[in-house]
């Protein structure tokens, strides 16, 4: 059974930061992806930032120059530094990791129980 457990949600003041982590644990073969999406309420899910096994990285335009992920592949760790965050990036986040159980099984998706970001103005 794989299980990911995010950590890091909370209040901030607009302009504030916060770092969320999210491990993967369990018997996985391989980890594609790992990545952050996030829910406001009302809303749909829509992806925050991801990052591959190889580095690449890739963000949504609402975030880009604010926040960074990164990943600790030795952890099966990804993390969310988020700057400068703004009321509007209060959301649910919930992190996300694309991973194999085996060497020939197929990819599948993976979601932790999310974490709440408050921004106040």
């Known amino acids: 059974q794989v299980q990911l457990v995010e950590s890091g949600g909370g209040l901030v003041q607009a302009g504030g930061s916060l770092r969320l982590s999210c491990g993967a644990s369990?018997?996985?073969?391989?980890?594609?992806?790992m990545g952050w999406y996030r829910q406001a309420p009302g809303k749909q899910r829509e992806l925050v930032a991801a990052?591959?096994?190889?580095?690449?990285?890739n963000y949504a335009d609402f975030v880009k120059g604010r926040f960074t992920v990164s990943r600790d592949h030795a952890k099966n760790t990804v993390y969310l530094q988020m700057n400068s965050l703004k009321p509007e990036d209060g959301a649910v986040y919930y992190c996300?990791?694309?991973?194999?159980?085996?060497?020939?099984?197929?990819?599948?998706?993976?979601w932790g129980q999310g974490t709440q970001v408050t921004v106040s103005s």
């Open positions: 996300n990791a694309n991973l194999k159980l085996r060497r020939w099984s197929l990819s599948t998706d993976y």
């Open positions: 369990g018997s996985i073969f391989a980890i594609n992806a």
């Open positions: 990052i591959t096994s190889g580095g690449t990285t």
